[in-house]
């Protein structure tokens, strides 16, 4: 390690900590066990180098938005001491022609936005002899500018998609729209109001949420997050914890 590695390493651990106890206070608050709430460190925008640092100030989970980043990271990494254990997800949009580029590479995909793809993945999977971890993205703020399912579209499209032999669905994700506390807060309810819906119509447990990022993730905890996809506020110095 150089001395600019050491410096940034203190900036991941002292950073993490602070992470780690706003994810306590916003569990307490709303009486439920951070231990229930996985945070996951974004590391699309960082390199294999970066990672390796982040692992070492205490992160085990990783994100990444693009298939290609992916495999990039994961060889750069293979083989280095202390990353067995490391685990990755697919937290970004996928396209039909790079599912085989992730499926059995990630612990989950988080990002399965419509029914077409679900199917995809599922029968991509089956070629393999491999079943996917995966969650359904909802776009429950409405957005046009958010990829994922309607809410009716997805209470519509649940069964069928839940029926899927080569995908487990584990639960929901969303994004919130940005630089609005009070709309992400509806939204983190909205998911877990869905689930609760969807609960019922497939009788899956559904108990994985994933939402909340670095601006929001205090409220999406406290509206019961699952695990919260923090990319900024891990790796960015220049990102002020608010
Ligand atoms: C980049 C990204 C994140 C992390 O966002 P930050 O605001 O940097 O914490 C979370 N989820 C998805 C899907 C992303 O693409």
């Given at each position: 390690m150089d001395g600019l590695d050491e410096s940034y390493g203190a900036f991941l651990m002292e950073?993490?900590?602070?992470?780690?106890?706003?994810?306590?206070?916003?569990?307490?608050?709303?009486?439920?066990?951070?231990?229930?709430?996985?945070?996951?460190?974004?590391?699309?925008?960082?390199?294999?180098?970066?990672?390796?640092?982040a692992r070492r100030a205490g992160w085990r989970a990783f994100g990444e938005n693009r298939p290609q980043e992916l495999s990039r990271k994961l060889a750069a990494l293979e083989g280095e001491p202390g990353c067995e254990?490391?685990?990755?997800?697919?937290?970004?949009?996928?396209q039909k022609n790079k599912i085989n580029q992730?499926?059995?590479r990630v612990t989950l995909i988080h990002s399965i936005s419509s029914a077409h793809l679900a199917e995809a993945v599922s029968t991509r999977c089956q070629a393999r002899g491999i079943v996917a971890d995966v969650?359904?993205?909802?776009?429950?703020?409405?957005?046009?500018?958010?990829?994922?399912?309607s809410p009716e579209g997805l209470l519509a499209a649940a069964e069928d998609v839940a029926a899927l032999p080569g995908i487990r669905v584990l639960g929901l994700m969303t994004m919130a729209p940005a630089g609005d506390a009070e709309a992400a807060r509806r939204t983190f309810s909205g998911l877990r109001d869905l689930a609760?819906?969807?609960?019922?119509?497939?009788?899956?447990p559904l108990?994985?949420?994933?939402?909340?990022?670095?601006?929001d993730f205090e409220i999406a905890v406290e509206e019961g997050s699952t695990l919260v996809r923090l990319g900024r506020c891990v790796f960015d110095q220049g990102y002020a914890l608010r």
């Open positions: 950073r993490r900590g602070e992470i780690l106890d706003r994810i306590s206070g916003a569990a307490a608050r709303a009486g439920r066990s951070a231990a229930d709430v996985l945070p996951i460190a974004v590391s699309k925008t960082v390199t294999a180098r970066e990672v390796l640092l254990d490391l685990r990755f997800d697919m937290i970004g949009n996928l992730v499926i059995g969650l359904l993205e909802a776009n429950v703020s409405g957005e046009a500018s958010k990829s994922g399912f609760e819906e969807l609960r019922g119509r497939t009788g899956l108990e994985t949420l994933s939402c909340g990022m670095s601006d």
